[in-house]
Every structure is written in structure tokens, then in C-alpha cells.
């Protein structure tokens, strides 16, 4: 038999592109069938400085594998965001990830399309061969290392990463995020994460790109 | 409780990292920090226009001349006044930011008023608190200047990115000069330091996703012609919306191909080309 998990969560931040502040909220629904899981997310537009209410969008299926006895899972995704009026962010690709007692890790890649909308083709008259630009073999990462052990009814963790549920940044763009998690029964767990986002890390010298804060709710249905 | 060591050794890592002496991840001042000291300067410093009597003209850009040695330098000063450039932008990464870098690079700019230059600070300029030195010699990294020719006036916008980010003021004060000013002008160039688009794998920061959506928005919205940056030492040329966006091979003496670019205005057209030094 199956089992669905629902995440729902709220963002409240700012961002260099944000023009102060903004807030988002996103509800991710997943069902899993043995060692196979397919998940989808909406983002939704609370206060922007973007116009749509719905710019984003996260298919992922995965499956479940053992290495020497321990689970392994391999994911395939989608995202697409339409956080501009004019242009349309498509990423595709995989990620293999880990789950320990103490920690978790992901390594993936992915490609990322912007692509004109077909208003704005027509309204700048863009030619054929100047509609989209494709950012080839993104590397992903993420780690994440918890102070209690993953089924502890509560925990904090701290994590590394360059992605979210609906964005993905430069390998070089990485963000600092501290969560804390709170199981409140069988079914419901809440979340509080603190994000922290540069502008890069190679780059000898960067500054400040965001700061926001999450809360949100994790509903298991068994 | 049973406490993961690892969390404890990744925290002091991070604290360790975080207080070098060297500012590696903590840079010494922010993106807005610099515009407002870029502002302050434009205040004091009228924008410049650039006046000429023939409606022909030539700019000559550069990027990453990294000086330390100077011998491309020089050189370009030469080709500049042989070819009787009306400019030069030299979109950032002057210096490897060392403050006998900028001595020595200042040493060798031709005479004041022979030869207009526009200086945009990049992310080596910035390094180790570069930033003052790159002020305290050039003033403003936010600005824009224009060429008046007798039939027509072109705008050319500097921007600086040397922290890989314009920071929201920065940004706010180009969408604003974007929907006031630009359609006063024929032309619109953007010149900046950071490459936007990553037209092929690299470990060279470039602007987030969101950052770059934003900016190619803006220029597409306001028809700006070209984009002229640097960076990421690898020639690029690729027309993406209405805009043309150029990344420059490095000119510092120690690349093979360095070079730089040759911008032509004849007969109200805009042509360019890569020239080897």
C-alpha cells in the first residue's frame, strides 16, 4: 500500500530582485509505491513584484535502491518558473541522494532553459535562433548535517546547498540553511528553516544576495 | 542527547572561513555600499557626454587586463590613438587588487584629457578592500556617459558587478535611468564586469537565475543593443532576445588570445569586431 505526504510552507524574505519584501507559498504533494515516489509542487505569489499568481511548477519521480544494504534513491525532475512577464526558466534533470542517521547529501546535475514567451517574440519581433539560452551541466549539490538522528522527534540541522524546490542556482551561488524540525505526532511534523543567499563563492569576492524565512507543515497520510 | 560531531566540526569551519583576516567570503563592504559611494561621486562629477562633429565613431573596450605587466596596455593606448577612438571602457578586473597593481596601472594611462576613459570596477579590483583603492583613483563604478554626433546621441551605461550582484539599489537606479532616459538616445550599451549568461560550463560566478531573468527583462524591455562584459576569460558573442550579449576574451599580457573589441557606429549602424592586440 501507498503512503502520500502533502509539505506546505510559506516564504517571507527579500532578495536583490525582489524590490523589498516578498512572500510566497508552496504546497508539494507526494505518493509512494514501493520503492518508487512521484511528487508535485505549486509555487503561489503572496506579495510580488511579479504579477502571476502560480510561477512555479516541480514534477519529480525517484526510486529507491540499496547499496550494501543502505538506501540510495535516484531522482528525475522538472521545474518551471515564470517569475518574469516576458520569460519562462525550464530546468531538467537528475540527482542521486543519500540518507544517513546524522546527515543527508545530493549530487546531481541539470539544465536550465530561459525562453522568451510567445508575447514577447511577437511584441520585440525576436528572431527564430535568439528565442531561448540553455545553461548546460549545472552541477547540484547538497548537504545537510543534522545535531540529533533523522527519526528523532525533533531535530536541527545545517545545510549547504545551491537548490530549493523551485529554484535552482550556479553551482557557484551556494546558500546556508538552518532548520529546525518538530514532530508533533505520527502524521504532522512542522518546519522552521532560515535561508541565507550570496551572490557566489568563487568568485574572490561576493556579497549578500538574499535572506528569508520559512515555516511550513509536513502531513504524512499513511 | 547524542550530538553528531560533525555538525560542530562544519560550524567551526564555517566560523573559520567566515573571520579570515582576508575577507574571502565576507566582503568588506556591500553592492549598495558601493553604489551609494558610486552615487556620491556622480554628484560632485557631472555625467559625461562625449561631443563630435563626424556622425561616424569608434569605442574600444577591454576586460581583465589584470596589471600587474602593462605591455597590452600600452599597446592598446597606441592602437587607440592611431584608430582616433573616441573612447575606451575598460570593463573590469584593471588589476589582479593588489594597491601596487593600481600604481602601476595608473603609471601608465595616457594624459588626462587626450583620451576619454571609463573605468568599471570588477571582482578582482574589489579584493582585499580594493574597492577604496579602485575610489580613491577613479571615483564612481555606476554611472553613464554619451556620444553626441550631429545627428544623434548614444547612451552607454556602466554598471558595477564586481560582487556578482548588482544589489537592489543598483538595480533600481538602472530601471529607473532605463525608463526615463533611454528613449532620449539612438543606441543603448550596457558595460559590466560580471558575464551574465553562462554559455558554457565554468566555475566563474556569474549573476543568480533570478538576477539574470530580472536584467534580461529590463534590457529587452528597453532595446538595449549590446551588453559588453568580462569575467570569465573566454571570448562569447550571442544574441539572446533583441540583445546582443559579449563577453570578452581576458587582455591581460599573459593570455595568448587577448584582445579587445572594436565598437563602430557608421551610418547610425552599430557594427563590432574582436581584434587581437
Not at chain 1, 525582489?18 to 508552496?26: D, E, Q, V
Not at chain 1, 528565442?131 to 548546460?136: S, Y
Not at chain 2, 548614444?154 to 529607473?176: M, N, P, R, V
Request: with cysteine; charged share 20%; net charge negative.
Amino acid at each position: 500500500m501507498g503512503q502520500t505526504k502533502v509539505i506546505a510552507f510559506t516564504d517571507v524574505g527579500t532578495k536583490n530582485v525582489t524590490h523589498g519584501l516578498f512572500i510566497k507559498s508552496s504546497a508539494i504533494g507526494s505518493y509512494k509505491f514501493g520503492r518508487n515516489l512521484i511528487e508535485s509542487g505549486l509555487l503561489m505569489n503572496v506579495r510580488s513584484n511579479n504579477q502571476r499568481l502560480f510561477p512555479g511548477i516541480r514534477i519529480l519521480a525517484s526510486r529507491e535502491a540499496l547499496n550494501r544494504k543502505k538506501p540510495v534513491e535516484l531522482q528525475g525532475f522538472l521545474l518551471q518558473n515564470t517569475s518574469s512577464d516576458i520569460l519562462t526558466e525550464t530546468n531538467y534533470g537528475a540527482l542521486f541522494h543519500i540518507k544517513r542517521k546524522y546527515y543527508d547529501f545530493a549530487l546531481g546535475t541539470n539544465f536550465r532553459t530561459y525562453a522568451f514567451t510567445r508575447r514577447a517574440i511577437d511584441t520585440y519581433e525576436i528572431q527564430n535562433n535568439a528565442v531561448r539560452f540553455t545553461e548546460p551541466w549545472n552541477l547540484m549539490y547538497a548537504l545537510s548535517l543534522y545535531l540529533k538522528q533523522m527519526n528523532s522527534y525533533w531535530n536541527i540541522g545545517l545545510s549547504l546547498t545551491n537548490f530549493d524546490y523551485f529554484l535552482i542556482y550556479q553551482e557557484t551561488n551556494p546558500e546556508i540553511n538552518l532548520k529546525i524540525l518538530y514532530q508533533l505526532n505520527d502524521h504532522l511534523s512542522l518546519l522552521a528553516e532560515g535561508w541565507y543567499e550570496t551572490s557566489g563563492l568563487l568568485n574572490r569576492y561576493a556579497n549578500f544576495f538574499g535572506i528569508f524565512a520559512r515555516t511550513g507543515i509536513k502531513w504524512t497520510i499513511k | 542527547m547524542r550530538t553528531s560531531p560533525v555538525i560542530f566540526l562544519s560550524l567551526l569551519f564555517i566560523f573559520t572561513v567566515c573571520t579570515d583576516e582576508k575577507n574571502t567570503i565576507i566582503p568588506t563592504e556591500s553592492a549598495n555600499e558601493r553604489f551609494a559611494e558610486s552615487m556620491q561621486w556622480n554628484a560632485q562629477h557631472p555625467y559625461r557626454e562625449i561631443i563630435l562633429t563626424m556622425d561616424d565613431y569608434t569605442i574600444l573596450s577591454i576586460a581583465d587586463c589584470h596589471v600587474g605587466s602593462t605591455k597590452n596596455l600600452d599597446q592598446l593606448f597606441i592602437v587607440a590613438k592611431n584608430t582616433n577612438s573616441s573612447a575606451i571602457v575598460l570593463v573590469g578586473d584593471l588589476t589582479t587588487g593588489d594597491s601596487q597593481d593600481y600604481e602601476e596601472f595608473v603609471k601608465h594611462l595616457p594624459p588626462k584629457d587626450t583620451l576619454p576613459l571609463f573605468f568599471i570596477a570588477g571582482n578582482h579590483d574589489e579584493f582585499y578592500s580594493g574597492w577604496k583603492e579602485f575610489y580613491n583613483r577613479f571615483g564612481s563604478s555606476t554611472y553613464y556617459f554619451s556620444v553626441k554626433t550631429p545627428h544623434a546621441t548614444d547612451y552607454f551605461i556602466c554598471l558595477e558587478t564586481g560582487g556578482a550582484t548588482l544589489g537592489d539599489d543598483q538595480l533600481q537606479w538602472l530601471e529607473e535611468n532605463l525608463k526615463s532616459k533611454r528613449e532620449d538616445y539612438r543606441h543603448c550599451f550596457i558595460f559590466t564586469h560580471n558575464n551574465l549568461l553562462r554559455a558554457h560550463h565554468t566555475l566563474s560566478t556569474t549573476p543568480l537565475a533570478e538576477e539574470v531573468v530580472t536584467l534580461v527583462q529590463l534590457f529587452t524591455k528597453y532595446h538595449v543593443g549590446i551588453v559588453i562584459t568580462g569575467h570569465d576569460h573566454l571570448q562569447d558573442d550571442r544574441l539572446f532576445g533583441i540583445t546582443r550579449y559579449i563577453q570578452l576574451d581576458a587582455f591581460s599580457d599573459e593570455n595568448r588570445n587577448a584582445g579587445y573589441l572594436r565598437l563602430n557606429i557608421n551610418n547610425g549602424m552599430i557594427s563590432y569586431s574582436f581584434e587581437n592586440i
